[in-house]
């Protein structure tokens, strides 16, 4: 097995191997072993299908690898298939209650699925789990913080983004969500921009990161300088939906109405799911 897992084996070895796994599966189908090698070769190459279809064949016959679990669980999250995830760590939770990670997986699942009070729940409990893994404690705090964010308790949103800045802060993805969660609230703007502009400094060509700092600016009232930001944002990423409504809402404030109503425009086309969008465009001005 782990003469097959070499990084750099060549593509003749390669073959071999497939060779080799595929006999061993047809020969011992329910031999959880053989199904869970014939994963790791799959899932190594980055054939994630393929290996959860293997890893599944494995637990059905034995259910009480946690190795198995894992990476069956780190597919679904290379495929993006949430709704997998979610049930499938369910699962693995049951069989593995003290394995924080399970715990991770089921909370960010249940964010993208939009469960957000479950993706808290889950988050809050894994937390109790964790012995000495600062790494992983910051990306619960990360997810609990804007788990949190999307119930509107932004108390407790805050808190769990203090709690990673605490330990780790130059944590760039907390500097900038943090930043970004209070200037949408038009709270502490000082406080927001000093993070944006940490975020930014570490990741200056990060479209996520030059949209928030513009913003902040923007709230502020420094609409020359917000374009400037926003503008190089798009640059990186013309069709990021909010981040043109921000365009054109700069626009708009500079001005430039004809402009503005373009970018709006730009918005509602890149799929912008924006409450006043619409409004802005027939009224051609800012609905608050």
Known sequence: NDYLMQPNIDQEDKTDAYILTEIMVKAHPTEAKAHAIYGDLLYNDKKYDSARIQYRAALET??????????????????????????????????????????FMDGISNLQLKNYKKAAEVLESGLNQIADNKGLEVDFYNNLAEAYYRLNDYTKSDMYFEKVLEKDPDNTL????????????????????AMSKKSLDKEPQSASYLDTYGWILYKQGKYEAAAKYIRQSLDIDKAAAEVNEHYGDVEFKLGDV???VEYWKYAKQYGSDSKTIDKKIENQKIVE
């Open 174 to 193: 907390a500097l900038n969500n943090y930043a970004y969660y209070l200037s949408v609230r038009n709270e502490k703007l000082e406080k927001a921009e």
């Open 62 to 103: 034995q259910k009480s690898i946690f190795a198995v679990w894992q990476n069956l669980l780190l597919c679904e999250t290379e495929l993006k298939d949430y709704k997998s995830l979610a049930e499938e760590s369910d699962k693995a939770m049951e069989l593995f209650p003290n394995q924080p990670l399970v715990y």
């Open 258 to 260: 004809a402009k503005a």
